[in-house]
């Protein structure tokens, strides 16, 4: 969950509202299922400028959320029994969805350097898809290295296969400049990008988006026409309009210090109250933070205390498939306000994990 | 499409402007998988006064549309290859999204007491769902009989199916009472009723529910959440409010009226221009007239000629499977405004269709 407390809601409430009362014929009627004009070209200049991702606006598809986005790839280019490549640990709702769609996941252990490509190549390499996190890899926020994404691109071009971008929280970056996209590497055209308006404005929107290769637009548009995806009309114009008008790049900016800061404030707060128990290693970027625990602690009855207590926390080791899984804590930290609530929440939360 | 031109704006944009700017908490975060809860509560409220469903909101799961409706039966109850009655002639689009999502599919035909049911349980006694238009027979307007009903919900509690009821434009009926809903007679809890909000407020809202047995409610549930289905709280508060004040149920009175009117108008106009070339027999209800055309009559070049011409027109043999098709074509009525505007439409129809 994004910093709810930091988003310009009067601005964003005025620019609905407006969208609002002009009442056009458009936010009526049956809403383009490929998304609104206005908005896919703003989403493509956007990904242009910020990701390197040279995409026209007859590529991005709007969809109402992640993995409405993964729907519409699944329909559009999978078949049933289609190898998927999955990070191990990956994230979890995206297992959870592919397996109920039916998808067979081969996982590929992630290191220091994101998804081990040598190995997903060994393992499973007719695979037609590979879900991947490059930006910051989900859950444990490591960047895939350039060296492995030429591997993967390579692979993909061989195979013919299918790379599935989810560019998740790569807006929140900390530490240097945001790294490229993997898709403004791809010549041949084998990456999917998926970006959401979830985290950068709030999760209420449901707007999410996916850039799709040339070659499978026409594939793509008769699919979201058949699943009638189309997103209302009045939320598409009023994240045009927050962009055009520059609040968009405003908030970013301002969002980006605030939770440099409200992690740090957090982390030092967890570091006083639960001493080395949690291996804190910060990752360049997102939303949550990774901290590590023993082996022998049982981060699922901790995760669950946690969770029964009112806090939003995940264990580390549910995120993982095959490989041996490390124990920890998954935290989010974009709602911690203050030193005051840090040290609140985190004493609350031992009290919580002892049960 | 409804009526656009009719419907309250004024009254919703106060609505949805007050809920925008009143911003709950609610309206930013992930909403409610299976719906806004006020919502859902005021659905139950409406199916049990006015359709004969008893149910409770716990029932009721507000969908993005009629097709994410069935996505979310079809992950909740369906296996691959399951097998489906499916009306002949029976809803395009309906049709096309079951085949897609890798449904079998057992044409059952349709004559004037609606679904034949004998023949259904003759030819796929084993089928595991029935999708069927009870009040309004998609695409032909007859009403299923009271005898077939019965059978119909007997051979399901038999073969232990299911039947998905599709209850559109049952509140738009001009000729007696509504008849109540086929759930109404629903004992052995074997139906999943379907309904929107796009026809009797307006598409673009992308708001449609579905009423699903209480032993599937926890499946529903859990497959919801892992589609990640919710729809933006605005509307959803906007549409509650709006049944609440007592708006909806004003909608729907003055618009029986006034589409009972503009159909009136518009028969009389195709008379006048077509004379006997359109066979033209009122049904009880709905938002489009079946106008039946000779055997040697290309209506699927007449409808993609019309449909050049602007004309939201489809061609009535192309929603067949199996069964002999019948030429027609099918003709939306809730925009003509006015008799001269009937005219007209009707002479620029005449000339679109001759090429």
Same sequence: chains 1, 2.
């Avoid at 397996?99 to 997903?120: F, I, Q, S, T």
């Avoid at 041949?188 to 996916?210: E, H, N, Q, W």
Wanted: aromatic share 10%; charged share 20%.
């Amino acid at each position: 969950m994004p910093a709810l407390d930091a988003f310009p809601r009067k601005v964003w409430n005025r620019i609905a509202g407006h969208r609002l009362r002009t009442g056009e014929p458009l936010a009526m009627a049956y809403p383009d299922p490929a998304g609104y004009g206005p908005l896919r070209e703003r989403i493509a200049t956007y990904l242009g400028l910020s990701r390197g991702v040279a995409c026209l606006p007859e590529q991005v598809f709007v969809t109402a959320g992640y993995r409405a986005t993964l729907e519409l790839v699944l329909r559009s280019l999978a078949t049933p029994d289609d190898v998927f490549w999955f990070e191990d640990p990956g994230y979890l709702q995206a297992q959870l969805f592919l397996r109920n769609a039916g998808a067979k996941l081969a996982p590929v252990p992630v290191d220091g350097h994101g998804l081990m490509v040598e190995e997903g190549v060994r393992r499973a390499p007719d695979a037609r898809f590979a879900l991947v996190t490059p930006s910051h890899q989900s859950p444990l926020g490591v960047t895939l290295s350039l060296e492995r994404r030429m591997a993967l691109l390579e692979w993909a071009g061989k195979a013919g296969s299918w790379i599935i971008e989810d560019d998740y929280d790569s807006e929140f970056r900390y530490q240097g400049r945001p790294l490229p996209a993997l898709k403004s590497l791809d010549r041949a055209d084998r990456v999917i990008y998926c970006g959401t308006f979830s985290k950068v404005m709030f999760p209420g929107l449901r707007l999410s988006y996916v850039v799709v290769p040339l070659g499978a637009v026409q594939r793509f548009h008769a699919v979201c026409a058949s699943l009638n995806a189309g997103c209302p009309y009045l939320f598409q114009a009023g994240v045009a309009d927050f962009i055009a008008q520059g609040h968009f790049s405003r908030h970013l900016k301002r969002m980006r210090l605030l939770y440099a800061e409200r992690r740090a404030v957090f982390v030092r707060a967890l570091e006083q109250v639960f001493g080395n128990r949690l291996q804190i290693e910060l990752q360049p970027g997102g939303l949550h933070i990774v901290a590590g625990l023993a082996a022998h602690e049982d981060d699922v009855l901790m995760a669950e205390r946690a969770r029964a207590a009112g806090f939003g926390i995940k264990s580390l080791s549910s995120w993982y498939l095959d490989n041996e899984p490390q124990r920890g804590l998954l935290l989010g930290f974009a709602n911690v306000a203050d030193a005051a609530m840090a040290k609140r929440l985190a004493l609350k939360l031992k009290k919580a994990m002892e049960g």
